[in-house]
């Protein structure tokens, strides 16, 4: 009997140590995020349902109080690790300077983004979509962002759809009104991707003075007789509104990031807006002419009295992302503008080229 009851302890111990060879010889890692917010990073060793026995590289053996966990996440350590170091996968990893990834907000997780032009700050309120507030410092502009992700098989390619609809606020007491909307393709991981968006963008500020401008019908009319002498012709007078601050153009985005360590990581973000064509009334010029023979009237030449104007921009947005931890970063970058105007008066082309530094300073934070 006795033999029995030692062959049978025996048999228990070593089932019980060929389990934990096994749990401890499991290479997956798991992202554990406690109550308080702080991250572990190791191996599940064991969970009797009360507490978790996970290996970290740090601290060794840990056990956790399952109710102290908020959640636990598979990680990939051929992506989310760079030399050994954990690199994260942060609410942060969404956004590049002004342009958004593919990747979601998820749902329950909140972030706040705040430059020297204004603050931001975005939910994720589904686990696919997210809504944000966007605005300056006075509140003039202010903007609702929505981004909806669309995931696919391929946990590296991911497509989204985006959409900014502005007011312009206290100015012009809110008759100014636009939108950006648009479709974004993301390849890569959280913290090294690169994405190509396309769009279309439009602002009416509001503005408008009505009966300011008037012009002569543009045109060349002849002299007429008139009592016996010629006189120059008066065509059809006409009224133009002008239109202040309006824009419509179709826009390109392509951004990325790329990790440098786990707490930098480069930045970039550029923006092609281009044809935006408008009217611009610059004044019309009457020219006339005389028989060189009698001196009389022969013809007058009303011309157009407005310029088309063409403007193509790049905007350029290298920069740096500083990340302490997954609660809060630092990004500085060195933007600026490239633009192109081309103007056509009189069907004649005239083209300035301009460009201007816009730097930023913006401060990420999770909450």
Same mark, same amino acid.
């Given at each position: 009997m006795k033999s029995i009851l030692l062959f049978l302890i025996l048999l228990c111990s070593l089932k019980t140590n060929a389990q934990v060879t096994k749990q401890e010889g499991d290479t997956l890692k798991y992202l554990i995020i406690r109550n308080n917010g702080i991250e572990y990073v190791g191996q599940i060793l064991s969970d009797d349902g009360r507490e978790l026995l996970i290996l970290t590289q740090q601290l060794g053996k840990i056990y956790i109080p399952k109710s102290d966990i908020k959640?636990?996440? !598979?990680?990939?350590? +051929?992506?989310?690790?760079?030399?050994?170091?954990? !690199?994260? *996968?942060?609410?942060? %990893?969404?956004?590049? *300077? &002004? %342009?958004?990834? $593919?990747? /979601?907000?998820?749902?329950?997780?909140?972030? $706040?983004?705040?430059?020297?032009?204004?603050?931001?700050?975005?939910?994720?309120? !589904?686990?696919?979509?997210?809504?944000?507030i966007m605005a300056t410092w006075i509140a003039s502009p202010i903007a609702l962002a929505l981004k909806y992700t669309i995931p696919t098989q391929n946990p590296k390619l991911n497509f989204g759809l985006g959409t900014i609809m502005a007011s312009s606020g206290y100015f012009n007491q809110a008759k100014g009104i636009g939108g950006l909307h648009w479709a974004m393709a993301t390849y890569g991981t959280r913290r090294s991707n690169a994405t190509l968006s396309l769009?279309?963008?439009? &602002?009416?500020?509001? &503005?408008?003075?009505?009966? *300011?401008?008037?012009?002569?019908?543009?045109?060349?009319?002849? $002299?007429? !007789?008139? +009592?016996?002498?010629?006189?120059? /012709?008066? /065509?059809?007078?006409?009224?133009?509104?002008?239109?202040?601050?309006?824009?419509?153009?179709?826009? #390109?985005?392509?951004?990325?990031?790329?990790?440098?360590?786990?707490? $930098?990581?480069? #930045?970039? @973000?550029?923006?092609?807006?281009?044809?935006?064509?408008?009217?611009?009334?610059?004044?019309?010029?009457? @020219?006339? &002419?005389? @028989?060189?023979?009698? =001196?009389?009237? =022969?013809?007058?030449?009303?011309?157009?009295?407005?310029?088309?104007?063409?403007?193509?921009?790049?905007? #350029?947005?290298?920069?740096?992302r500083f990340q302490k931890d997954e609660n809060k970063a630092f990004q500085v970058t060195l933007a600026g503008v490239i633009g192109r105007r081309e103007e056509t008066v009189n069907y004649q082309l005239n083209v300035n080229s301009y460009s201007f530094p816009i730097p930023m300073l913006s401060w990420f934070y999770k909450f």
């Open positions: 959640s636990v996440t !598979l990680v990939n350590e +051929q992506t989310d690790f760079k030399d050994g170091e954990f !690199l994260g *996968q942060g609410v942060f %990893t969404t956004r590049y *300077q &002004f %342009t958004t990834n $593919a990747f /979601p907000i998820k749902k329950g997780e909140n972030y $706040a983004l705040i430059n020297l032009y204004g603050p931001e700050v975005h939910f994720g309120v !589904l686990p696919n979509l997210s809504v944000g769009g279309y963008g439009y &602002f009416n500020s509001g &503005f408008s003075f009505s009966n *300011q401008n008037t012009y002569y019908q543009p045109g060349t009319y002849a $002299a007429v !007789l008139n +009592q016996g002498s010629y006189i120059f /012709p008066i /065509p059809e007078m006409l009224t133009y509104e002008n239109e202040v601050g309006n824009f419509k153009s179709p826009i #390109i985005g392509i951004s990325g990031i790329t990790v440098v360590s786990k707490k $930098a990581s480069i #930045i970039w @973000d550029v923006m092609i807006i281009g044809g935006n064509k408008r009217k611009v009334f610059d004044g019309q010029q009457v @020219d006339y &002419f005389y @028989d060189p023979f009698t =001196s009389q009237p =022969s013809s007058v030449v009303y011309n157009d009295p407005f310029i088309d104007v063409k403007s193509t921009n790049f905007v #350029i947005m290298p920069g740096m």
